[in-house]
């Protein structure tokens, strides 16, 4: 039982990843939405709350998510994993925790920047932390866009490297990180060790 607990994430850090990815698809799809929306109508700027307040709760479970990965190292991974598939997914994951902080933090300077306070869930005003720069404003919202369409390629290379590992390679990777399943499925002709 315990060989089989190393080769796993924790509950908490499982909880984390799948809490966090649903917000940022979430807040992916209502930001997408919002920008095809014309002028400022009503419908608009709810969306444009909605998506604020997804990017603030996703910057704060990343906090979370830091601290305990800090605590609870994650499991090694498979043994007959390259050493250049194991560098690819420690840079992956790298960029993946760097741009959960940047993507909602450029859109928090980018909202103050523009002159709008972000009232999170409509009852707590956050702090503006840039005074009103129309300069900045255009700026920090090219970085915003950038961050987040470099998140949807790391997440879309994360997620093709999962599938190569489980369908080509057949090493059991997926496991690690979906709840309540304790030990990796039997494959037959997988290419794992042990």
């Not at 840039?130 to 994360?158: E, F, Q, R």
């Amino acid at each position: 039982m315990r060989a089989s607990q190393d080769t796993r994430y924790r509950g908490p850090a499982i909880a984390l990843h799948w809490v966090i990815a649903a917000l940022i698809i979430a807040a992916w799809a209502i930001g997408w939405i919002m920008t095809d929306i014309p002028g400022f109508t009503p419908m608009k700027l709810r969306y444009f709350a909605w998506h604020k307040w997804l990017g603030v709760t996703v910057l704060a479970l990343a906090v979370l998510r830091v601290l305990w990965r800090a605590t609870h190292p994650a499991p090694p991974f498979p043994a007959a994993l390259p050493k250049w598939e194991r560098l690819a997914a420690e840079a992956g994951h790298g960029l993946l925790y760097l741009l959960m902080f940047a993507v909602p933090i450029s859109g928090y300077l980018y909202s103050s920047a523009a002159g709008v306070q972000v009232v999170y869930l409509g009852v707590l005003p956050l702090p503006t932390l840039i005074a009103p720069n129309p300069t900045l404003s255009a700026m920090l919202k090219t970085v915003h866009i950038v961050c987040d369409y470099t998140l949807a390629a790391v997440v879309v290379g994360h997620l093709l490297a999962v599938v190569k590992h489980e369908l080509i390679d057949r090493m059991p990777i997926l496991y690690r990180m979906l709840p309540g399943r304790s030990s990796p499925p039997a494959r037959n002709g997988a290419r794992h060790g042990g």
